[in-house]
């Protein structure tokens, strides 16, 4: 098997962080992209292989590794279960053995305990910590198990569970079980002495099942999300169980379990901007990489490192955690992996993080471990414990006013007797918990969505006919197409109410057949949203090929950003931000390659609508920002409730993420092809410059001119037959940049202008043309002279075979921006050495360079055919140059030819 199993009473003796790694089975995506599994276990040591380079691979070793890729099988409870006794898949049942049961069982002799899921979005974590449908996780499992056992036990023992549920996001608190948390629910974390740190105001309640609190925790969690334009996966959910046990002999022990589901960890990596590393600061999950620290800083604590500061008070997670990690407390950490090759950077990150918490965490004796694990036996008193489970009714009465919502029994009976609409969110485990009925009469169902409009859309149900009328103004999308009117429903019919609220029409009874609801899930909608945009991957014959992975992942990067630009349209027209997002996907065009298959990206197109500014934002810049303005929009909103002054945040422009400094814009490029210099014939070209999209946004003319070294024209008499006379010898030739054509946008502006940007063969910096203001058909007439001293047979291979690809920068305000480089002005070169060390005597090449790729070379052929080749070259490019320029200077239509 390849679980290593560790008893729990191993791990009682033990008094240690425990980290158990997990990977999953491919989901549909991963199956549709044609992945590859890279993560393989053996025993406890994981290894995973980089899908670029499969020599590189890396081993990691934990205290349990659990397979659950492959290997099982659907019982008829709808359990996962290996495919034969003792088969190397990992269940539900093995996990909660290995991981559970110890903190249970040291929960119940007074310590207090911490179960953290850590992983990427989608990766496993609620899978393991809740579970989905029969197949529950640690927490239903764990808690079970503790009732059955004070149950078992209640001739020796009293014992009084209080349960509590909350959800940290941007370092506030929301009280999961609590009926103003929808709004202004955010509590404040504050400290005492006896107490530690605590949740002011946070519900405790005491229960002897916990299904109930747990759906409605997670019923609030889904509208909290809605409601704050947040994203559940960037919030950590924290479950508290405090045990309190009066034994026989009148002992009181008390403990506690946190039971953690942390946020998605891919959002700890950086854009990668530099420009944008200051604002990120914050987007950057604090809870997260605080949690990592503490880890850590406990970790050196007892191998006696140094006399180090744990930083709990950094974060509101490892505040309120902090009486539950190290010391005598269990720490147990469940990392979650996707087994598939397109994750590889998130799989190999978590791996990282889990390795980097060693499993001695809290080997210190007690008392030498600044009283962390002394925490156990105190008492909370003073806790509000005076609530009780009728609440709940109240709750869910509520919710019933709002939402449509019922208790669990009347739902199901509601279900039978009218049509409703079901959320679907991107957490699977979010999806279905908010349900609104549709009754027939005289009721008109008001639907809420977000903060633009009271009300956003009306439901009615007139003799069995529902329909949806939207406010005026409000954004109602039914199966991928707008609505402004009245529309009938119909079974299975999908909708999207304002920015980003999805919902699944489920009609009458008599409507339904058997059919698999669960297809329509979070992607299915935004791939219809996406196909009604043009934005498909085509019919998939039947048995035939599969999508292109890349094309797949560019279709799935944007159908996930698709929701985000809409939310960010919405938030930026609440906060009057004036900035519009769209959508687009690119060529990645810098490369010399010949045009085919170009790679593709999704970008943001960011456009200041009153400056028509307009900036290109990468995915990862775009997302970051995105989480910094659902922190602007939380704030702003808290301010508006509270009737503060919005005036000041909004003023921090630096600070803002709506906000950009001027920056230049890459508009398109023009691929300069070289092969014409290994023969030394001159070159006059009428570049078309395309846009990432492929429009045509300006013509460059341009010139290589073979020249002596002091810079003067070569005459046919320079022109070689075969390319390979050139190997060893010295090459000039001049980049002539002449003018540009056709910029009819720098007219909108009085402060617009064009710069041209180039690389070139093995040399890092890249090049500019100073920057040309305020003209149309602006003269360049920059030359640059480049020489090799000594022609390589890698710089031939160049030159035969690639383009030089030139950049046309969009430059603004008359400020000298050098985009992408700290580039000092002296780099408008005006010559360069194509040699990576100029000084090298000639004719000097490393052996193995030059044997392997001589071959590639022309070799010496027919004289003649050499010859009419020459001449038929050079004069079809000046015919060529020719022919552009009588194209640019084209008639009119109707004009006589
Ligand atoms: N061990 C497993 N066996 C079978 N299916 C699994 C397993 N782990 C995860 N899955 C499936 O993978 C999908 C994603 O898992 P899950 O929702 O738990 O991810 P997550 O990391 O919690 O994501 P999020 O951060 O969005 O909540 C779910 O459909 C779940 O059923």
């Known amino acids: ?179 103003s948390s929808r709004t202004s629910g955010v509590l404040r974390v504050r400290e005492e002495q006896h107490r530690g740190f605590y949740v002011e105001g946070l519900r405790t309640v005491p229960c002897d099942s916990v299904e109930q609190l747990m759906e409605q925790g997670t019923r609030t969690r889904t509208t909290a999300a809605t409601h704050m334009n947040a994203n559940s996966s960037r919030s950590h959910m924290l479950i508290i169980l405090q045990l309190k046990q009066v034994t026989s002999a009148n002992i009181t022990k008390q403990s506690s379990i946190n039971l953690v589901d942390l946020a998605g960890s891919e959002r700890q990596r950086s854009s990668g901007s530099e420009a944008d590393r200051l604002k990120e600061g914050t987007a950057i999950n604090l809870s997260l990489t605080t949690l990592g620290n503490v880890i850590s800083a406990l970790a050196d604590v007892v191998v006696g490192k140094r006399a180090v500061h744990i930083p709990y008070r950094d974060s509101v997670l490892t505040k309120l955690l902090q009486s539950a990690l190290g010391g005598n407390s269990r720490t147990v950490m469940i990392a979650t992996l996707s087994p598939a090759d397109i994750f590889y950077e998130e799989s190999l990150s978590t791996l990282r993080y889990a390795e980097s918490h060693p499993d001695s965490v809290g080997t210190t004796p007690a008392g030498r471990t600044q009283g962390l694990g002394a925490a156990v036996r105190h008492h909370h008193s003073g806790q509000s414990t005076d609530f009780c489970l009728t609440f709940f009714f109240h709750l869910f009465f509520f919710d019933l006013h709002v939402f449509g919502c019922f208790p669990l029994g009347q739902e199901r009976r509601m279900i039978q007797m009218f049509p409703s609409i079901h959320n679907i969110n991107e957490d699977a485990q979010l999806s279905g918990v908010v349900k609104l009925f ?66 699944l029409f489920i009609g009458y009874p008599s409507e339904r057949g058997g059919e698999d609801c669960s297809r329509y899930d979070y992607d299915y909608f935004q791939s219809e949203l ?206 002539v940049l002449d003018q540009c054509f056709g910029l009819h946008w720098v007219r909108e502006a009085h402060n617009r202008g064009v710069q041209f940007g180039f690389r070139i063969f093995d040399c890092s910096q890249p090049f500019y043309t100073p920057a040309v203001w305020n003209q149309v058909n602006p003269l360049l007439h920059h030359h640059i002279h480049l020489t090799s001293l000594h022609t390589t047979s890698s710089l031939l291979d160049y030159l035969q075979s690639s383009a030089v690809v030139l950049e046309m920068w969009h430059v603004v305000d008359f400020v000298f921006l050098w985009p992408g480089t700290d580039c000092p002005a002296a780099w408008y070169c005006s010559s360069l050495f194509l040699d990576s060390d100029p000084y090298l005597p000639a004719g000097v090449c490393a052996a193995g360079d030059d044997g392997g790729r001589r071959r590639s070379l022309r070799p010496s052929c027919d004289a003649d055919l050499a010859r009419a080749l020459k001449v038929f070259y050079h004069s079809m490019t000046s015919v060529r140059a020719q022919l552009q320029r009588l194209c640019r200077h084209r008639p009119s239509v109707g004009s006589p030819v």
């Open 1 to 179: 098997k390849t679980c290593c199993r560790l008893r729990a009473a191993d791990m009682n003796r033990k008094d240690c962080v425990r980290v158990a790694v997990r990977v999953r089975p491919f989901n549909k995506r991963e199956k549709d992209a044609g992945s590859r599994c890279i993560i393989s276990m053996v025993t406890s040591s994981v290894t995973i292989q980089d899908p670029h380079d499969p020599h590189n691979r890396r081993s990691f070793s934990f205290d349990y590794a659990y397979w659950s890729h492959s290997g099982f099988l659907r019982d008829h409870n709808g359990l996962y279960v290996p495919e034969e006794p003792g088969g190397r898949y990992a269940d539900q049942d093995s996990v909660f053995q290995d991981l559970g049961e110890g903190i249970l069982e040291n929960a119940q002799q007074g310590y207090n305990a911490t179960l953290l899921a850590y992983g990427q979005t989608g990766s496993g974590k609620s899978y393991s910590m809740v579970g989905y449908g029969p197949n529950k996780g640690l927490v239903p499992k764990l808690c079970d198990r503790l009732f059955e056992d004070i149950r078992g036990n209640q001739a020796t023992r009293q014992c009084q569970v209080f349960f509590s549920m909350m959800e940290i996001y941007n370092e506030q608190v929301i009280d999961l079980l609590s009926r």
């Open 438 to 503: 549709i009754r027939e009469g005289p009721f008109v169902e008001n639907i809420f969505v977000c903060r633009i409009q009271e009300h956003h859309a009306v439901f009615r149900n007139e003799q069995r006919r529902v329909t949806v009328t939207p406010h005026q103004g409000s954004k109602v999308i039914v199966n991928g197409q707008t609505v402004t009117q009245t529309t009938e429903l119909q079974h299975l019919d999908r909708l999207i109410l304002g920015s980003n609220s999805t919902y």
């Open 530 to 735: 996406a196909a009604a945009e043009g934005i498909h991957l085509g019919e998939s014959s039947p048995g035939g090929g599969q999508t292109d992975p890349s094309l797949l992942a560019v279709f799935y990067d944007y159908i996930k950003l698709m929701p985000m630009v809409a939310e960010a349209n919405q938030m930026s027209q609440e906060l009057k931000k004036d900035i519009e997002f769209k959508l687009e996907i690119k060529n990645l065009a810098a490369s010399d390659s010949k045009g085919h298959d170009l790679e593709k990206d999704v970008v943001v197109r960011v456009t200041s609508l009153p400056r028509k500014q307009v900036w290109v934002w990468s995915k990862n810049k775009f997302v970051n920002r995105k989480f910094l303005m659902e922190e602007l929009y939380q704030q702003q909103q808290q301010q508006a409730e509270q009737r503060t002054d919005t005036s000041r945040a909004a003023a921090l422009q630096d600070k803002d993420p709506f906000w950009d400094p001027v920056e230049p814009l890459l508009l398109g490029t023009a691929h300069l092809w070289l092969q014409s210099l290994v023969f030394r014939i001159p070159l006059e070209e009428q570049l078309e410059v395309l846009s990432s999209e492929g429009r045509a946004e300006a013509i460059l003319q341009v010139q290589l001119v073979p020249c002596s070294s002091t810079g003067l024209p070569l005459g046919e008499d320079g022109i070689l037959m075969d390319p390979s006379e050139l190997l060893g010898q010295r090459l000039d030739f001049q980049l």
